[in-house]
Nanobody, 123 residues
Framework: VQLQACGGGLVQAGGSLRLSCAAS????????MGWFRQAPGKEREFVST????????YYADSVKGRFTISRDNAKNTVYLQMNSLKPEDTAVYYC?????????????????WGQGTQVTVSS
């Protein structure tokens, strides 16, 4: 399985970005997906997750109401729409795929990870 994340960049506080993660290698529509992030000097943290059909989503409290996760199984892609960005959202964002149809907030439930895309929010 290969996961290719893109869409990161530099944006001012209050701005928006949409991350995409394209998957290949196995039946994308049969697995949950998630987004995690890691800021410099900090541990990787959960951001959002979605189940196999997209009917169930879950967010970290820090992004709830600002970020939206979605997926298009026909395009083998998961998205993260990020609005009202804050400087504390600055991090490398990683997409990942679980081993079941469910999403998860625990990184140990993910067995495939993308390479990461940098998001920088200036104040």
């Amino acid at each position: 399985v290969q996961l290719q994340a893109c869409g990161g960049g530099l944006v001012q506080a209050g701005g928006s970005l949409r991350l995409s993660c394209a998957a290949s290698g196995r039946n994308f529509g049969s697995y949950g997906m998630g987004w995690f992030r890691q800021a410099p000097g900090k541990e990787r943290e959960f951001v959002s997750t979605i189940n196999w059909r997209g009917g169930s989503t879950y967010y970290a409290d820090s992004v709830k109401g600002r970020f939206t996760i979605s997926r298009d199984n026909a395009k083998n892609t998961v998205y993260l729409q990020m609005n009202s960005l804050k400087p504390e959202d600055t991090a490398v964002y990683y997409c990942a795929q679980t081993s079941t149809i469910s999403g998860s907030y625990r990184d140990r439930d993910y067995n495939y990870w993308g390479q990461g895309t940098q998001v920088t929010v200036s104040s």
